[in-house]
């Protein structure tokens, strides 16, 4: 071994030893990037509806997405810069709904005293009644088209989406916008009393036009202490790119901060990042300009590793390689020294800005593994893995690439786990399991995740779970990008339902389990657990305010959003869904079954409570968020 290679193994495993050592948890993946841990067993059973186990919970002025780095009696995580409205939106709703209230009945006064007196405003409201009867009728049949394919849909729900996607209902409502202020005109001019309450209409409706976006560019970066929650000190990081608070896929203040006891660096998806030293003086900042539209990036997670810190960002300007990738940019890691802020190296191959690389080693070397591809046109080419070394006197370059042959390798999208035996891809659309040899990157089998499983599912009627052996599973569209490693298995969360998988990645065996979808932490056993119900979850921050306006990220479940990544933390499995509630698995159950759930928690009231968060943990301790707050879990003394 050369003196370099020799040097490099020894930093590498020195930065992980010390973090190790010493139960914090420096960054996204924990002490050594792969999301698992070993220490002090944390609690199994904690609740913040009824305080069991909870040792702290602070407020946060707003929501925010980055998960939570611990070192010693510091915790730091980011939040989106508040949300500062000069009036209440819900006042002005309520005020818009009563003002309405008021406004329909003057109206209807007014209109029969036109429909009676003035022939050209009859002619324009019968236009505009013809128009409704022409949107029931296409409402109605295209309803009826729907349900002949599937006579089990939601016809409220049908009749939402068709109104809003269908171009002839689409084209005339625009039309009857304009017949209606055609009347608006002719009724402001008969009568005195709608003229005055059409103006406080009006007025209203501009007081909710001019509250300020709810999209952003900048975070705000926060250092607490861990032991009471108290905040320290914090510091904003300005961004360029616009991007939705609170997205149920990313937001600018997604990426999790990393830390080493003495430093802390903070990164804004929007396109800045920065070092500070764990008192709040601040060493070097950067800023970048992202290549997606938005800081579309849940997955992503900055990577510490030795003196590099490994981000997601596209070319410099002046990079031959530019030349190549037509108008759209692509996404590279790139290393920066965490104690300039200077590029160092950057990496080979693309990355995909979906995707959170996971380190690894072979013979003690660092290796990190990452993806590329995904829907939404994103722009890396080719598809599929690469095995990028980082260390000698070419970091940066891959090792070996693996294509899926998938058109869109939604793959890509996951923690991309591995060991020093194996690699893992989920291939969405085909739903199987490709498992890779980690040394040369061939596919040593594939894995069908939907034939031959066994279920272990909630009877209603019975008031029971039920396995049964031998069973094609049928109806999930997708399957989730949050997955983890544990033992034998790869676990993975199903896409618009209640259940977790686990496929053995020797034998190919698949296994489903149905989890509750809420809880009440005051029964006890299956009395306390509901099955099966979508679970309307609000998005309020601390301060009252609906900061996520997207209606896909309001139900509860795994559904239509990115969740946070399992943590495993000895011999058990956290993960989290978006209504807040964490399950805690047995990572070594012979069998995937009741006995495997060991607790289901909250984070907070049902209904109430959003969060996109890994669990976090150092020392026995686990920390975690939600849009309102920060909690601190530790046994009760």
């Known amino acids: 071994m050369d003196l370099y290679k020799l040097f490099t193994l020894l930093l590498f495993s020195f930065t992980t030893f010390s973090a190790s050592a010493e139960h914090n948890w420096p960054m996204a993946g924990g002490p050594d990037g792969d999301w698992t841990v070993t220490g002090p067993q944390p609690p199994l059973n904690f609740s913040v509806r009824t305080k069991h186990n909870i040792l702290w919970k602070t407020s946060l002025p707003e929501g925010g997405q980055s998960g939570i780095a611990i070192h010693g009696e510091l915790a730091f995580l980011s939040i989106m810069k508040p949300w500062t409205p000069k009036h209440d939106p819900d006042e002005l709703k309520a005020e818009l709904k009563n003002i309405n209230q008021q406004k329909t009945q003057i109206r209807d006064t007014v209109d029969r005293e036109l429909l009676d007196s003035n022939t050209d405003f009859a002619a324009l409201n019968s236009h505009y009644k013809n128009h409704d009867e022409q949107i029931a009728e296409l409402i109605r049949k295209r309803i009826e088209m729907l349900l002949g394919e599937d006579p089990k849909q939601n016809i409220a729900k049908l009749r939402d989406r068709v109104r809003r996607f269908h171009p002839k209902i689409k084209e005339l409502e625009a039309e009857q916008r304009r017949l209606t202020s055609q009347m608006d005109r002719v009724r402001i001019s008969h009568s005195k009393d709608y003229a005055a309450i059409q103006k ?23 250092c607490l202490d861990a032991n009471t929650g108290e905040f320290r000190w914090s510091t904003p990081l300005t961004g360029s790119v616009e991007g939705p608070y609170n997205y149920g896929f990313s937001d600018s203040s997604s990426p999790t901060p990393i830390t080493d006891g003495k430093y802390v660096w903070f990164v804004n998806a929007s396109g800045s990042m920065g070092c500070w030293s764990v008192e709040g003086k601040r060493i ?3 800023e970048w300009t ?21 981000n997601v960002e596209p070319l410099p300007d002046g990079d031959p390689r530019r030349n190549q990738e037509g108008e759209r940019r692509w996404n590279y890691l790139r290393a920066i020294d965490k104690q300039t802020g200077k590029t160092v190296w950057i990496a080979e191959d693309a990355i995909t800005h979906y995707n959170t690389p996971i380190l690894g080693t072979f013979d003690g070397l660092p290796y990190v593994l990452q993806g590329r591809g995904g829907p939404h046109e994103v722009p890396e080419r080719p598809n599929g893995l690469s095995l990028t070394k980082l260390f000698g006197d070419k970091p940066g370059q891959a090792v070996w690439h693996w294509d899926p042959q998938e058109e869109v390798p939604f793959g890509a999208l996951a923690n991309q786990h591995w060991d020093e035996r194996h690699a893992y891809w989920l291939k969405t659309g085909q739903l199987k399991l490709a498992v890779l040899d980690s040394k040369t990157g061939n596919q040593l089998h594939e894995h069908d995740l939907f034939s031959n499983t066994t279920t272990t599912l909630w009877n209603k009627d019975a008031g029971k779970y039920e396995t049964q052996q031998n069973q094609v599973v049928r109806g999930i569209i997708d399957l989730r990008h949050t997955n983890i490693v544990a033992g034998q298995h790869f676990y993975f969360l199903i896409r618009d339902k209640w259940q977790v998988a686990r496929v053995n990645t020797k034998s190919g065996k698949t296994e489903y389990l149905e989890l509750p979808s809420q809880i009440d932490p005051t029964a006890r056993g299956l009395e306390a657990w509901t099955f099966g119900e979508v679970q309307p979850n609000n998005t309020r921050n601390s301060r009252g305010f609906d900061v996520a306006q997207d209606p896909r990220i309001k139900l509860g479940g795994f559904t239509k959003s990115f969740l946070g990544a399992p943590t495993v933390v000895n011999d058990r499995i956290y993960f989290t869904s978006m209504t807040g509630l964490v399950y805690v698995l047995d990572a070594n159950a012979k069998t995937f079954d009741r006995s495997a759930i060991l607790a289901v928690n909250d984070l907070g009231p049902a209904g109430e409570t959003w969060t996109v968060n890994s669990i976090t943990y150092a020392d026995g301790r686990l920390y975690h968020r939600t849009m309102k707050e920060v909690v601190c879990i530790s046994e009760s003394r």
Request: charged share 30%; hydrophobic share 35%; proline share 9%.
């Open 200 to 222: 406080e209409n009006s007025d209203i409706e501009k007081k909710i036009r001019e509250l300020p976006s709810l999209k952003g560019t900048d975070i705000v970066a926060y």
């Open 284 to 286: 070097w900042y950067r």
């Open 290 to 310: 992202p290549s997606a539209k938005a800081p579309f990036n849940k997955q992503y997670e900055p990577i510490l590793t030795g003196d590099w810190i490994l």
